[in-house]
Nanobody, 124 residues
Framework: QVQLVESGGGSVQAGGSLRLSCAKS????????MGWFRQAPGKERERVST???????TYADSVQGRFTIAQDNAGNTLYLQMNSLKPEDTGMYYC??????????????????WGQGTQVTVSS
């Protein structure tokens, strides 16, 4: 059983930075996709960024150039460095993982395991 625990959320002013972490325990497979999603009140959960076990990354257009996804060498911790934060980045941030299969899923239902989320609030 895979467990994911996020940390690092908080409240910052626009233009600030935060680094989210997601600690993974349990084994899923050697070929996996991990990702960060976020959900604002009243909105659907959206994919922010993904990274595969072999390091291929994707970013939503809205965060490209501001956010950086990374993982440690063992693949046990996932990070999301968020710079130049904007109020529209506010939301609950979740990490997720699934078995890799010809690309990372674009929608949340494609991921099998989820963390409990960490809140990010950006004030103007």
């Amino acid at each position: 059983q895979v467990q994911l625990v996020e940390s690092g959320g908080g409240s910052v002013q626009a233009g600030g930075s935060l680094r989210l972490s997601c600690a993974k325990s349990g084994y899923i497979t050697s070929m996996y996709c991990m990702g960060w999603f976020r959900q604002a009140p009243g909105k659907e959960r959206e994919r922010v960024s993904t990274i595969t076990s072999f390091g291929r990354t994707t970013y939503a257009d809205s965060v490209q150039g501001r956010f950086t996804i990374a993982q440690d060498n063992a693949g046990n911790t996932l990070y999301l460095q968020m710079n130049s934060l904007k109020p529209e980045d506010t939301g609950m941030y979740y990490c997720a993982v699934t078995v890799y299969s010809s690309g990372c899923p674009r929608i949340s239902s494609g991921f099998d395991y989820w963390g409990q989320g960490t809140q990010v609030t950006v004030s103007s």
